[in-house]
Structure formats: structure tokens, C-alpha cells
């Protein structure tokens, strides 16, 4: 399924060394075959890994060409013969650090560059890069900047003067970074804007008054952020990622701004300023939360939802205004039934 001038493949894994990666119980021998690709059941070649964890898929699977298929011992009855069967509990988690291990370039972006060069960018002689930094051409790195070991610093991007990256960190192609600390195998991809000032104005009949932003913005360790999102820095206090969350693309986090540990927010998502995510939130595509609100430990909001006041930790809302989820289901019920029952007119009758 991959193509090899994209993503560089490994020599391929035994069935043994994929068994002994995932916890599987292996079916049958040839078990020094070996696998160098991931496929879908229904594309998959003799050489490629795929998984079945669900039955609505049965008829692919049994049909699949796949070397080797990742699966319960449930399902496996409806896998061929030809193709080896690794029984675990969770086929998807498995296949997932199964395709890591195949495939471990394609989980940061990459470089233009040899590994720990430095070509054809501007690095300040004030800024400090530790051994094997990656710098590729156009990048920009200010006075003062600190960059960890093993560090990829991708085309055109900019670090700003005394911003601090940790080790083994990748920034994507056209990424900004100032006024920002990062900590260690932080994943940063292409076109972010981290630490720029916040949106903050008095208004007035006058005009309106820029308030100063005088903070920062704290990445911590094992943060991934994606494409385009933008991250301001704390007009007070910092604005403060934790510990291994993960920020799709296009989202726009607020000054002032604190996120827990390992929350997620999917794509479009909108924090105002001084909110507050608890550890292991998520938030659904397109949610908003307004400033100033706290949502508590473990909550999740569904898709497009806006969040105006506090969520108790542990809850499930969704809707506009953002309620619990089965009170949110109720009054949509209710509209439906209401709607129908006031025998609105169709297009035709108008």
C-alpha cells in the first residue's frame, strides 16, 4: 500500500518477531515469513499486515490475500487458511504498534536534510543546538534559542530568540515559534504558530486598546500539534500544554489557556482565553469553549458543540449551549416529535 519514495520501509518483520511485538498467539508455521508493508483486508498481498477486528468486515476477510492478518479468536474462523492469524484482544492497537514498527519515519515529519546537518539556513552564532540537531534550508533560529539533541528543525521554519526545545523533537516546514518553551519528543508539524501575542483589547467609543501579552506558552513533553494550529502566548500567565496531549489540525488555543495531561482536541477546535482543560479531556471536532471555563478530569464533548460554563469532571455533554448528553438527546428528540406534530408545510405545499 505505501510507496517507498515516501516513507522509507524497514527490511520487514518475522511472523515470530511480530508475534513477540504484539503479545499474539501465532496459528500456524511458516513463521520465518516475512512481512514489509500494511494493507487493507481487501488489498492486501502475501507480503502485507493487515487487520480484521470487527464482523461486518467477514466477507473481506474472507477473501483477503494478506500475509498475515492481526484479529480475535472469534473472527478468525472466517480468515483463509493461507493467511497467518495473530490472536490478540485488541487487533487495531496491535496493528497500530505493528505499522510503528514497520513504518517508524512516518511518525514525524521529516528532513530535507542528513541526519544532525546543518544546511543552507540561518542559525544565530548566540543559539545553542546540542549534537545531531537537524537543521533544513530556509530555517531560521534566533539568538539565545536552545535546541535539544536529536532535534529536527524542518524548512523555513523560524525559532525565535531564546525559545527552548527539548530532545528528539520534530518542527515542521513553516512553523513559528517564539516566547516558547518545549519540552522533549515534542511533534510540531507544518505551518503552526506557537507563542505569538494573544487576542486581547479593552474597547472603547475611541477605539480599542491592545492589552500586552507578557507571557509564554509551555509545551511539555510527548505533545504532538498539527498542521496550522496556533497556540498564543499568556498575556499574565502562561499558556501551558500538558504532558502528552495530542492537538489535531486547525485549532486555536487561547493566552492564558491551561490544558492537562493527555487531552485531545480534534480538529477546528476553539479555546478562549483562561480556560481550563483538566487531564485526559477530549474535545470533538469543532468544539468551542468559552473564556474563563473549567473542563473537569475525563470529560468528553461531542462534535461541534460550545461549552459556556463549567463541566463537572467525568461528564459527557454535547449541543449549543454544551449540556449533558442525555439531557441533550431528549430535547432533540423532543424538537423532532414537536416539528412533526405541527404538520409544517413541504416545499410542494408552499
Request: glycine share 12%; net charge negative.
Amino acid at each position: 500500500m505505501t510507496e517507498p519514495v515516501f516513507l522509507k520501509q524497514t527490511s520487514g518483520l518475522t511472523l515470530d518477531e511480530i508475534a513477540k511485538l504484539c503479545g499474539a498467539d501465532l496459528s500456524a508455521p511458516p513463521h520465518a515469513r516475512r512481512i514489509v508493508d500494511i494493507a487493507p483486508l481487501d488489498r492486501a498481498g502475501p507480503a502485507d499486515l493487515t487487520f480484521f477486528d470487527h464482523r461486518r468486515y467477514a466477507d473481506s476477510a474472507a477473501v483477503t490475500h494478506a500475509g498475515a492478518c492481526v484479529t480475535t479468536a472469534l473472527l478468525a474462523k472466517h480468515v483463509p487458511s493461507q493467511t497467518a492469524v495473530l490472536i490478540v484482544r485488541d487487533p487495531y492497537r496491535a496493528f497500530v504498534t505493528l505499522a510503528r514498527a514497520l513504518f517508524p519515519l512516518s511518525l514525524r515529519p521529516s528532513s530535507l536534510a542528513k541526519a544532525g546537518a546543518v544546511t543552507g539556513a540561518h542559525v544565530d552564532p548566540a543559539a545553542r543546538l546540542e549534537a545531531d540537531v537537524t537543521v533544513d534550508p530556509g530555517a531560521v533560529i534566533g539568538a539565545g534559542a536552545e535546541i535539544g539533541a536529536g532535534t529536527l528543525i524542518g524548512p523555513n521554519a523560524v525559532i525565535g530568540a531564546e525559545v527552548r526545545i527539548g530532545r528528539d523533537c520534530a518542527i515542521g516546514a513553516n512553523a513559528v515559534i517564539a516566547n516558547a518553551l518545549i519540552g522533549d519528543r515534542v511533534v510540531i508539524h507544518p505551518g503552526c504558530n506557537i507563542g505569538q501575542d494573544g487576542f486581547g483589547f479593552i474597547m472603547g467609543a475611541q477605539g480599542h486598546l491592545k492589552v500586552p501579552q507578557v507571557g509564554r506558552v509551555i509545551v511539555q513533553d510527548d505533545v504532538e500539534i498539527g498542521a496550522g494550529t496556533t497556540i498564543d502566548r499568556g498575556a499574565i500567565r502562561d499558556t501551558v500544554i500538558g504532558e502528552g496531549t495530542k492537538v489535531d489540525n486547525m485549532v486555536q488555543i487561547g493566552h492564558n489557556v491551561t490544558i492537562g495531561r493527555h487531552c485531545v482536541l480534534v480538529s477546528q477546535v476553539g479555546i478562549a482565553g483562561s480556560s481550563t482543560l483538566e487531564d485526559f479531556v477530549v474535545l470533538g471536532a469543532r468544539v468551542g469553549v468559552k473564556d474563563h471555563v473549567t473542563v473537569g478530569e475525563g470529560s468528553q464533548i461531542a462534535a461541534t458543540s460550545n461549552v459556556n460554563g463549567d463541566v463537572p469532571p467525568g461528564s459527557r455533554w454535547g449541543g449549543t449551549p454544551a449540556k449533558p448528553l442525555k439531557q441533550w438527546f431528549r430535547e432533540v428528540t423532543a424538537l423532532a416529535r414537536l416539528g412533526r406534530e405541527s404538520g409544517a408545510g413541504t416545499v410542494a405545499d408552499e
